[in-house]
């Protein structure tokens, strides 16, 4: 089973930067993609950043020109950059990861814990 780990959450003033990784464990054949999403209070879970096998990178109109996701295949990591955080940007994020899990031969769309960032005025 494929289980993912997140680091990298904490308070920091609006302004400020804050440095999201996320490693998987388990047998993993291949990854199609790496993302990042965040859900704030009483919002809905939304896309934040997501980067494919193929470095094909996708981002909210809210974060663009201010995070960056990048990834490292070999390490089976994805981190995402955050700078010039904004109060909005607080919420839960989740990273998410897809691909082919070599034990099962079957896919998988795996879900982290969530990790708490939270932006002051």
């Known amino acids: 089973q494929v289980q993912l780990v997140e680091s990298g959450g904490g308070l920091v003033q609006a302004g400020g930067s804050l440095r999201l990784s996320c490693a998987a464990s388990g047998v993993i054949f291949s990854i199609r993609a790496m993302g990042w999403y965040r859900q704030a209070p009483g919002k809905q879970r939304e896309l934040v950043a997501r980067?494919?096998?193929?470095?094909?990178?996708d981002y909210a109109d809210s974060v663009k020109g201010r995070f960056t996701i990048s990834r490292d295949n070999a390490k089976k990591t994805v981190s995402l950059q955050m700078n010039s955080l904004k109060p909005e940007d607080t919420a839960v994020y989740y990273c998410?990861?897809?691909?082919?899990?070599?034990?099962?031969?079957?896919?998988?769309?795996?879900w982290g814990q969530g990790t708490q960032v939270t932006v002051s005025s």
């Open positions: 980067i494919t096998s193929g470095g094909s990178r």
């Open positions: 998410n990861v897809a691909g082919v899990d070599g034990s099962r031969w079957t896919t998988f769309d795996s």
